[in-house]
């Protein structure tokens, strides 16, 4: 049988526990919280506070049962209250785990942001996504440290930079390919700004009333392309995503 956790008061078993430390007021309070939704609820992806925390009680040491005084509440916090102090913990305290437990966290989540480079990337060259393999292979390569308390996709756009600066392998964002529409009369103008922002115009084209592009953008550059297009043409001028991301098509025929 497992061991378990108990309360002093109630002697409710306390199973799957994992626990978060704050140091303050001269004194180490501990919570009791189910695995996996500390780090959801710091990502923010699960908000209810029930669904994170195993009992609201504050304590001086969970495996011990060993309940937290109303007195040192107070001298810590300056409040009683406990589901609030057990917010505080949960944020800004620090979560206990083995040796074990964080290099298997870690690993899942170099693997996590592996997976979102290769599917975010592609061989300038080929034009072509590299398998999560090589990716995984060029981060050890190059001394990648993932962290724990960050979220896998803030951390690939970090690995995403740090590969094409360490160029051992060529690599870029995939493009988005998409169409834009504007007026005629403000064509001459809007053609030169968008060129700035754009990779690379596959096509552009006129009739009566409206000039047409189809572009290729790095991605990070949309928001202010559509809202530049929106500010110029007073909301007449459209921008329409043809594809998220831009490979060769016999790859794409792969998939």
Avoid at 134 to 150: G, L, P, R, W
Avoid at 197 to 205: F, G, M, P, Y
Avoid at 223 to 239: C, N, Q
């Amino acid at each position: 049988m497992s061991k378990g956790i108990f309360t002093p008061t109630n002697q409710i078993r306390l199973t799957n526990v994992a626990v978060v430390r704050l140091k303050k007021g001269g004194k180490r309070f501990e919570i009791a919280c189910y695995k996996n939704k500390v780090v959801s609820w710091r990502n923010k992806t699960e908000k209810d506070i029930d669904e994170v925390l195993q009992t609201h009680s504050v304590f001086l040491n969970v495996s011990k049962g060993q309940v937290a005084k109303k007195e040192d509440l107070m001298a810590a916090f300056g409040m009683d209250d406990q589901t609030k102090i057990c917010e505080e913990i949960l944020t800004k305290g620090e979560l206990q785990v083995s040796e074990k437990e964080r290099h298997q966290q870690l690993d899942e989540v170099f693997k996590e942001i592996a997976t979102i480079v290769a599917d975010k990337c592609v061989n300038p060259a080929t034009k072509r996504p590299y398998p999560v393999g090589i990716i995984e292979q060029a981060m050890k390569d190059t001394h990648v440290s993932v962290k724990a308390n960050k979220t896998s996709k803030q951390q690939a756009l970090d690995v995403i930079k740090h590969l094409k600066e360490a160029k051992i392998i060529e690599i870029e964002r995939a493009r988005m390919r998409l169409r834009i529409a504007i007026g005629v009369k403000e064509s001459k103008k809007m053609k030169e700004k968008v060129s700035k922002l754009v990779t690379s115009v596959e096509s552009d084209n006129y009739d009566d009333v409206e000039y047409e592009m189809i572009v290729l953008i790095d991605p990070g550059v949309y928001r202010e392309l559509d809202e530049m297009i929106r500010a110029e043409t007073r909301g007449k001028g459209r921008v329409e995503v043809l594809s998220i991301k831009e490979v060769e098509e016999s790859e794409a025929l792969l998939e």
